[in-house]
């Protein structure tokens, strides 16, 4: 390769004197190019000319090119410690000033964000959109959930030495090479071969409106979806952890529906974004009937991976009503759910223990339920409903009917998202008769605060991922 053979194939791709570039590149896969890494600088700066602007990428090292550049006469490099670029032409010193000031090192106010801005573009010389790091700023400026930060401390120009936070700092693993076919579809980018190097030019004032519509319309758009892939599957879990945290109420799951052992219920959770468990079935075993050590040790478990129990929930009336308190109060459980037509002397050692105390509806009409809930009250002032769609259908009733005519928004601490046919078949959910969409609409219209739980007092054959994904559907349908 000569210089000129560069420079004949840059302005076949339509660059030319007075554009700004930003380049990532592999001298490498151009083949042998007379006259080194110099000729390749050269012949982008000769087709920019003296109007035009050449950056490259420094913050590690990313291969000689850049190297080159930095070490160029009069090259500006940008003043922060990450995401650092090194710029030579007309507007270098404007689109590297004060880099570091920004909230995030990608984003606005940075060379990424400015290059867009100024109509530049990107060049992937030999690489894939995997090193396009202004992908990074549309990311950032996305706010994407699952984006971290980085702290370093760093000398000014002005000489002053700070200690900075850069927020939405990306991870360690993307999917970029997925929005390629995105912007050549729509005509942000050209592709042609120049030596062995396969080089693309990209708008990037094209690439950045393009990435902003597709991470809104849905934010894991540059994430994979191999579920081998942990990175990818973390980052999947704090974007559906963020959809359900902007919600009034708290997301829970059924322990049994998580998983039969502990560390599964952990990395189901983990993988889903579900930040509570309610504690119903623990390796097939009822949790209420499991002795104190055990289920002490499995709330502490829990709680060291960072899941939270919101109940615990008991299918029967413990015998035994005072141990049955001080066995959760051992484990540091602060909320029991019991049946309501059989447990008031467990009811009243949970709260005299200081256990929050709910019931839920099983074998009962809602008259008979809402007599049962008038009893407790007159022994529990502070208790509620856990209000069980399923097991109304299977008592042969309606259940968004029950909700308005018994008034269950006065005492609804908890719904259960279930679904369930009249013969007792379990469905997916708004496929049976539950009327579940209708029951999470109306207590979304409430601004109702308290728990939804996934599977809550039912066993389904659907796994958390599933669920949590169908129950995120009918929200983004309402």
């Given at each position: 390769?000569?210089?000129?053979?560069?420079?004949?194939?840059?302005?076949?791709?339509?660059?030319?004197?007075?554009?700004?570039?930003?380049?990532?590149?592999?001298?490498?896969?151009?083949?042998?190019?007379?006259?080194?890494?110099?000729?390749?600088?050269?012949?982008?700066?000769?087709?920019?000319?003296?109007?035009?602007?050449?950056?490259?990428?420094?913050?590690?090292?990313?291969?000689?090119?850049?190297?080159?550049?930095?070490?160029?006469?009069?090259?500006?490099?940008?003043?922060?410690?990450?995401?650092?670029?090194?710029?030579?032409?007309?507007?270098?010193?404007?689109?590297?000033?004060?880099?570091?000031?920004?909230?995030?090192?990608?984003?606005?106010?940075?060379?990424?964000?400015?290059?867009?801005?100024?109509?530049?573009?990107?060049?992937?010389?030999?690489?894939?959109?995997?090193?396009?790091?202004?992908?990074?700023?549309?990311?950032?400026?996305?706010?994407?959930?699952?984006?971290?930060?980085?702290?370093?401390?760093?000398?000014?120009?002005?000489?002053?030495?700070?200690?900075?936070?850069?927020?939405?700092?990306?991870?360690?693993?993307?999917?970029?090479?997925?929005?390629?076919?995105?912007?050549?579809?729509?005509?942000?980018?050209?592709?042609?071969?120049?030596?062995?190097?396969?080089?693309?030019?990209?708008?990037?004032?094209?690439?950045?409106?393009?990435?902003?519509?597709?991470?809104?319309?849905?934010?894991?758009?540059?994430?994979?979806?191999?579920?081998?892939?942990?990175?990818?599957?973390?980052?999947?879990?704090?974007?559906?952890?963020?959809?359900?945290?902007?919600?009034?109420?708290?997301?829970?799951?059924?322990?049994?529906?998580?998983?039969?052992?502990?560390?599964?219920?952990?990395?189901?959770?983990?993988?889903?974004?579900?930040?509570?468990?309610?504690?119903?079935?623990?390796?097939?075993?009822?949790?209420?009937?499991?002795?104190?050590?055990?289920?002490?040790?499995?709330?502490?478990?829990?709680?060291?991976?960072?899941?939270?129990?919101?109940?615990?929930?008991?299918?029967?009336?413990?015998?035994?009503?005072?141990?049955?308190?001080?066995?959760?109060?051992?484990?540091?459980?602060?909320?029991?759910?019991?049946?309501?037509?059989?447990?008031?002397?467990?009811?009243?050692?949970?709260?005299?223990?200081?256990?929050?105390?709910?019931?839920?509806?099983?074998?009962?009409?809602?008259?008979?339920?809402?007599?049962?809930?008038?009893?407790?009250?007159?022994?529990?002032?502070?208790?509620?409903?856990?209000?069980?769609?399923?097991?109304?259908?299977?008592?042969?009733?309606?259940?968004?009917?029950?909700?308005?005519?018994?008034?269950?928004?006065?005492?609804?601490?908890?719904?259960?998202?279930?679904d369930i046919l009249p013969d007792g078949t379990v469905t997916e959910l708004a496929r049976g008769g539950a009327e579940i969409k209708e029951m999470i609409s109306i207590a979304r219209c409430a601004s109702f605060s308290?728990?939804?739980?996934?599977?809550?007092?039912?066993?389904?054959?659907?796994?958390?991922?599933?669920?949590?994904?169908?129950?995120?559907?009918?929200i983004e349908n309402m």
């Amino acid at each position: 390769m000569t210089k000129q053979e560069i420079i004949n194939g840059l302005r076949s791709l339509g660059l030319k004197e007075g554009d700004i570039v930003l380049l990532h590149s592999s001298l490498y896969s151009l083949g042998h190019v007379e006259g080194g890494p110099d000729a390749v600088i050269d012949a982008f700066l000769e087709t920019i000319g003296a109007a035009g602007t050449l950056l490259v990428p420094v913050f590690g090292d990313l291969g000689i090119l850049t190297t080159t550049l930095k070490n160029r006469p009069g090259a500006i490099v940008s003043p922060c410690p990450v995401g650092t670029v090194a710029a030579l032409g007309k507007d270098a010193e404007e689109l590297c000033r004060d880099h570091w000031k920004p909230v995030s090192c990608h984003g606005e106010g940075t060379p990424f964000k400015r290059i867009a801005d100024k109509g530049g573009y990107v060049c992937l010389m030999g690489v894939d959109q995997d090193r396009n790091t202004s992908l990074h700023g549309i990311e950032a400026e996305l706010r994407l959930a699952y984006l971290g930060s980085v702290s370093k401390e760093y000398t000014t120009p002005e000489g002053e030495t700070i200690s900075k936070t850069w927020k939405y700092y990306p991870g360690p693993h993307r999917d970029f090479i997925a929005i390629d076919h995105e912007l050549k579809e729509r005509g942000f980018m050209k592709q042609s071969r120049i030596g062995n190097s396969q080089v693309r030019l990209i708008d990037a004032k094209g690439m950045w409106e393009c990435g902003m519509e597709l991470g809104a319309a849905d934010p894991a758009f540059i994430l994979c979806d191999n579920p081998g892939c942990n990175d990818c599957v973390r980052q999947r879990a704090a974007l559906m952890s963020d959809f359900f945290a902007k919600e009034d109420f708290k997301l829970t799951a059924s322990s049994r529906l998580a998983g039969r052992y502990i560390p599964e219920m952990v990395e189901k959770c983990k993988a889903a974004g579900v930040k509570y468990l309610e504690l119903d079935y623990i390796q097939g075993v009822p949790a209420a009937s499991m002795n104190a050590a055990k289920l002490t040790a499995a709330v502490a478990e829990l709680a060291a991976e960072g899941i939270e129990v919101s109940a615990l929930r008991a299918f029967a009336a413990p015998d035994k009503a005072e141990d049955f308190a001080a066995k959760l109060s051992a484990a540091g459980i602060k909320r029991v759910i019991l049946p309501l037509s059989s447990s008031a002397p467990a009811a009243s050692a949970c709260a005299a223990a200081g256990i929050a105390v709910d019931f839920f509806n099983v074998n009962l009409t809602s008259a008979s339920s809402n007599a049962a809930l008038a009893r407790r009250k007159e022994k529990i002032a502070d208790c509620g409903i856990c209000f069980n769609p399923a097991n109304f259908v299977m008592a042969g009733e309606r259940a968004f009917g029950v909700y308005r005519t018994g008034r269950y928004i006065k005492t609804m601490r908890q719904l259960d998202i279930n679904d369930i046919l009249p013969d007792g078949t379990v469905t997916e959910l708004a496929r049976g008769g539950a009327e579940i969409k209708e029951m999470i609409s109306i207590a979304r219209c409430a601004s109702f605060s308290g728990f939804m739980c996934l599977a809550g007092g039912i066993k389904t054959s659907q796994d958390l991922k599933s669920m949590v994904a169908d129950f995120r559907r009918l929200i983004e349908n309402m």
